[in-house]
């Protein structure tokens, strides 16, 4: 039973995410119209609640009624059918309703609906480009992810059920006592009115005040990640002091959230005490006065005081639900200005997948920014023909790397175009063009997962065998036998921690080249590839490294001159313009940037295999 309500929603839906509104109505439909059928029924559910428990409140008084005037000889002969309904209601269909409300809620809604916005959100968020990452606490993007869903969800829900509930409810309570005394619903009126005025002075202030909150706890919780993520940096600073502060204010800013949402609470808490209290007094005063002059029967009274129990009861429920409503409103109107961020980098309207058969790439007339007026890439044209190895030489902020981010789409062209094999990257879809090509960095980063995922990332098909074999051509193989995580996993079990961090940086780096090597792409970027590496690990790869660029397009950028020197072309940048191409013999024995470059690193007496980093 409770199986086939857990599968009436599909919380990982196969479509496309698309982009989220950006206005809190239109945000909160985005995510609930696939299971709007399951909420409306919930609804219905909560409406025939009410009814139902308002109509066994009309049933107390009328028993009064009875047993105060009735012969206990005919009393089952008159009123039997009238007390079979109430207790088909009471035993039947009230209990039915409540179990399809309980099931329908926390079976179907509760976990899967969440979990849908998660999974929209989150293959949304992934398909960002490299510059939203770039701006943002990678802690705060899941934070507010997280409670971004529970705020829909809660939002929705309380909505949809709790204010149907209240609204019947106090409709059909004042409908039962405006039958049995007209006097006795003047009270009610006017303690509605005042509730009412309750809310609506004090609900929206804790909303600002809970948008302030989760705004303030996504700050507070991304500065926490931040050191942990960088706890080695914190240690080699001996800075764990700083962070306590920087984590402190934080936690100073968030706490000075709390207290005023809490005085709110408690004047809230205060008023409302005041006005069930007055709402009591009223009621069972005017019931008396009316009893007296026989306008009201006893039955009437016991409806009424009960009533007034039951609405005590439930004010401060629904006034917390309704805060709740608010709190929540407030956490997901701050999630959605990061959730419907627009996409800065998209593919085009029917992009194709890119097909690369000999890997020629055209930089044609390109310009690039970030964003700015100028400083960077200004009308830099460079072709590479197929199975050319190209080096990028230059300084520190050249362009080399920039040039690469293009290639690959972490960021759009401000004019110009690249093309790959006669085909605008623009056009293609993203995936396909990173697919073609593989990638090498300076700074590796790896999965907080298993060797052999981390190595099979480049072909996640690959079987066991593919993965040792990739290992092995990028001398990887020996050191893996040997890991052992906390867990007691080995070898290619071995999970690598947060980032790679339990590797050292030339681990991080065979690693990184092993997954390339399954890759096998027809384009290669290399990217300060063997930068991490030693002198003799470098040396006992590098016949690999020849063998993987073999047939392939290849673009290496490198600050160790000598790792590239022997390459086809090598292309010197500076300030985004190229100035100088040609081969390493042609380039050193001139007088340009490139000879002065490598001047430096031989300093005229270092061989070039020992030559030191430019910068």
Not at 183 to 198: G, H, R
Not at 216 to 231: F, L
Not at 276 to 295: E, K, P, Q, R
Not at 442 to 465: F, W
Request: with cysteine; charged share 20%; aromatic share 10%.
């Amino acid at each position: 039973m409770f199986s086939w309500f857990e599968n009436r929603i599909d919380p990982f839906p196969a479509e496309t995410p698309a982009q989220p509104p950006s206005t809190l109505v239109a945000f909160c439909w985005h995510y609930t119209k696939d299971i709007w059928p399951w909420l409306a029924l919930i609804s219905v559910l909560t409406a025939a609640i009410s009814i139902f428990q308002v109509l066994l409140f009309s049933f107390l008084g009328n028993i009064v009624d009875w047993l105060a005037g009735a012969d206990p000889s005919t009393f089952l002969a008159t009123e039997g059918w009238r007390l079979f309904w109430m207790a088909f209601v009471l035993l039947v269909a009230l209990p039915v309703c409540s179990a399809l409300h309980t099931l329908l809620m926390h079976q179907t809604v509760f976990g899967n609906y969440p979990m849908l916005i998660r999974w929209k959100a989150h293959r949304y968020l992934l398909g960002q480009s490299f510059s939203f990452y770039q701006d943002e606490f990678a802690g705060r993007v899941a934070t507010k992810m997280m409670q971004t869903a529970l705020g829909v969800r809660e939002t929705v829900t309380k909505i949809l059920d709790v204010l149907v509930y209240v609204v019947v409810y106090f409709a059909g309570a004042l409908v039962l006592v405006a039958t049995l005394d007209l006097w006795m619903m003047l009270p009610f009126i006017a303690w509605l009115c005042v509730y009412v005025l309750l809310l609506r002075n004090f609900l929206p202030r804790m909303r600002r005040i809970s948008e302030i909150q989760s705004n303030a706890r996504s700050t507070m919780t991304g500065r926490v990640v931040d050191s942990y993520t960088n706890i080695m940096t914190v240690k080699l600073f001996a800075h764990s002091r700083r962070e306590e502060a920087y984590a402190r204010d934080a936690m100073d800013e968030f706490l000075d959230t709390v207290h005023p949402q809490m005085r709110l609470a408690s004047s809230l808490n205060m008023l409302l005490d005041i006005s069930n209290i007055l709402l009591l007094f009223s009621v069972a005063g005017l019931g008396i006065w009316s009893w007296a002059g026989g306008a009201a029967s006893v039955g009437a009274i016991a409806v009424a005081v009960g009533v007034v129990f039951r609405l005590e009861g439930m004010s401060h429920w629904v006034m917390w639900e309704m805060a709740s409503v608010f709190e929540n409103l407030g956490m997901a109107e701050d999630g959605m200005g990061m959730l419907s961020r627009a996409r800065a980098v998209q593919d085009a309207p029917g992009a194709k997948s890119l097909s690369v058969d000999k890997g020629r790439i055209d930089f044609e007339a390109i310009r690039f920014h970030y964003g700015k007026e100028g400083g960077v890439i200004e009308d830099l044209s460079l072709t590479v023909q197929p199975g050319e190895k190209v080096g990028l030489v230059g300084r520190s902020g050249a362009g080399k790397s920039t040039l690469m981010n293009l290639l690959l789409r972490l960021y759009d062209l401000e004019g110009g175009r690249i093309l790959v094999d006669g085909q605008d990257i623009a056009g293609v879809t993203q995936d396909s063009l990173r697919s073609q090509i593989g990638v090498v960095t300076q700074d590796t980063s790896l999965l907080h997962r298993s060797v052999r995922d981390n190595i099979a990332y480049g072909m996640p098909d690959a079987t066991d065998a593919e993965v040792v074999a990739a290992a092995k051509r990028a001398n990887a193989h020996d050191y893996i036998l040997d890991l052992v995580d906390p867990q007691g996993r080995t070898g290619y079990d071995a999970h690598v921690g947060e980032r790679g961090v339990k590797l050292s940086g030339g681990q991080r780096q065979r690693i990184a080249i092993a997954r390339v090597f399954l890759k096998n792409a027809p384009i290669l970027v290399l990217d300060e590839a063997t930068s991490a590496l030693d002198s003799e690990v470098e040396a006992a790869i590098q016949d690999n490294l020849n063998a993987l660029m073999e047939g392939k397009t290849v673009i290496a950028i490198a600050h160790r001159l000598s790792t590239i020197s022997s390459l086809d072309r090598l292309v010197v940048l500076d300030k985004g313009a190229i100035v100088e191409e040609g081969t390493h013999e042609t380039l050193s024995s001139s007088d340009g940037l490139y000879a002065q470059l490598w001047a430096r690193q031989s300093g005229g007496f270092i061989d070039a295999g020992e030559a030191v980093a430019a910068e």
